[in-house]
C-alpha cells in the first residue's frame, strides 16, 4: 500500500513540473497587445494656410503659406481668372506673414497684390511685397525699394526708424507709418511723434517699381 502511494506521488510530481515549465500560448480569440510605450508619434505634415483676395474686375491672388519655421516662411501666389492660368510667383525664406490686400495705387485700372510680412524680432519690421497684374493678363513680381541704413540717417526719409510700423493704403496711396525714435529713446518708448512715408508705383524696364515718393510727419 505504501509502494502504490508513494507512486501515485511521484507521477503527480512530474505532472506538476511539466506544467509550471511550458510556456502560456495565446488562443485564436485573444489579442495580443504591442506595447508601444517606446515608439515615437509621427507628428503629421503642417498644412500651409490658403486666402484668397478678389480684386474689382473679378480676378483673384490666391496664397499659400507654408512656414518652414517661426522665423521664416515661403510664400506662394498663383492667380484665377487670368489669361496666364499658370503663372506662380514665389517669395522664399520671407519673414512670416501678417496680411494680404489688393490695391490699385498706380491708377490703371487693375488692382495689385500687396503681401505684408514681420520680422520675429524686438524691432518687429515690416515688409512689402508685391504681386502686379499685368492689365489682368498674367501677374508677375514688384520690385519694391529696401530699407537702407543710409535712409536711417539725419534728415533722411527713415530718420528715427525702428520698426513697430504699420502698412497700409490711404486714398489709393500705400503708407508706411511709425513711430519715430530720437537717439536716447528705448525700444518701448518712441518719443519723435509719428511719421507717415508714402510709395509710388510705375512701370519699370523689366517690372513694376514700388518707390518711396514722400512722407509726411504726424505730431
Given at each position: 500500500?505504501?509502494?502504490?502511494n508513494?507512486?501515485?506521488?511521484?507521477?503527480?510530481?512530474?505532472?506538476?513540473?511539466?506544467?509550471?515549465?511550458?510556456?502560456?500560448?495565446?488562443?485564436?480569440?485573444?489579442?495580443?497587445?504591442?506595447?508601444?510605450?517606446?515608439?515615437?508619434?509621427?507628428?503629421?505634415?503642417?498644412?500651409?494656410a490658403?486666402?484668397?483676395?478678389?480684386?474689382?474686375?473679378?480676378?483673384?491672388f490666391?496664397?499659400?503659406?507654408?512656414?518652414?519655421?517661426?522665423?521664416?516662411?515661403?510664400?506662394?501666389?498663383?492667380?484665377?481668372?487670368?489669361?496666364?492660368?499658370?503663372?506662380?510667383?514665389?517669395?522664399?525664406?520671407?519673414?512670416p506673414?501678417?496680411?494680404?490686400?489688393?490695391?490699385?495705387i498706380?491708377?490703371?485700372?487693375f488692382?495689385?497684390?500687396?503681401?505684408?510680412?514681420?520680422s520675429?524680432?524686438?524691432?518687429?519690421?515690416?515688409?512689402?511685397?508685391?504681386?502686379?497684374?499685368?492689365?489682368?493678363?498674367?501677374?508677375?513680381?514688384?520690385?519694391?525699394?529696401?530699407i537702407?541704413?543710409a535712409?536711417m540717417?539725419?534728415?533722411?526719409?527713415?530718420e528715427?526708424?525702428?520698426?513697430?510700423?504699420?502698412?497700409?493704403?490711404?486714398?489709393e496711396?500705400?503708407?508706411?507709418?511709425?513711430?519715430?525714435?530720437?537717439?536716447?529713446?528705448?525700444n518701448?518708448?518712441?518719443?519723435?511723434?509719428?511719421?507717415?512715408?508714402?510709395?509710388?508705383?510705375?512701370?519699370?524696364?523689366?517690372?513694376?517699381?514700388?518707390?518711396?515718393?514722400?512722407?509726411?510727419?504726424?505730431?
Open positions: 500500500m505504501k509502494t502504490i508513494l507512486a501515485v506521488l511521484l507521477i503527480l510530481i512530474s505532472v506538476l513540473s511539466f506544467g509550471c515549465g511550458k510556456k502560456e500560448e495565446p488562443t485564436k480569440n485573444e489579442t495580443v497587445k504591442k506595447d508601444t510605450s517606446s515608439q515615437k508619434t509621427k507628428k503629421p505634415d503642417k498644412i500651409p490658403s486666402n484668397e483676395y478678389m480684386t474689382k474686375s473679378g480676378k483673384v490666391l496664397i499659400n503659406v507654408n512656414k518652414s519655421s517661426e522665423s521664416l516662411a515661403d510664400i506662394i501666389v498663383t492667380g484665377k481668372g487670368f489669361v496666364f492660368k499658370n503663372d506662380t510667383v514665389k517669395f522664399k525664406d520671407t519673414n506673414f501678417e496680411k494680404a490686400f489688393v490695391a490699385d498706380d491708377g490703371n485700372g488692382e495689385d497684390l500687396f503681401i505684408i510680412t514681420r520675429a524680432g524686438s524691432g518687429s519690421q515690416g515688409e512689402i511685397l508685391g504681386v502686379a497684374s499685368n492689365n489682368d493678363k498674367s501677374y508677375s513680381i514688384i520690385s519694391v525699394e529696401e537702407k541704413k535712409d540717417k539725419s534728415g533722411k526719409m527713415f528715427g526708424y525702428m520698426g513697430h510700423d504699420s502698412i497700409y493704403t490711404e486714398k496711396m500705400l503708407v508706411r507709418e511709425f513711430p519715430v525714435y530720437k537717439s536716447s529713446d528705448t518701448n518708448n518712441p518719443t519723435g511723434g509719428k511719421r507717415k512715408v508714402f510709395y509710388k508705383l510705375s512701370p519699370g524696364e523689366t517690372s513694376y517699381q514700388l518707390k518711396v515718393s514722400g512722407k509726411e510727419d504726424v505730431k
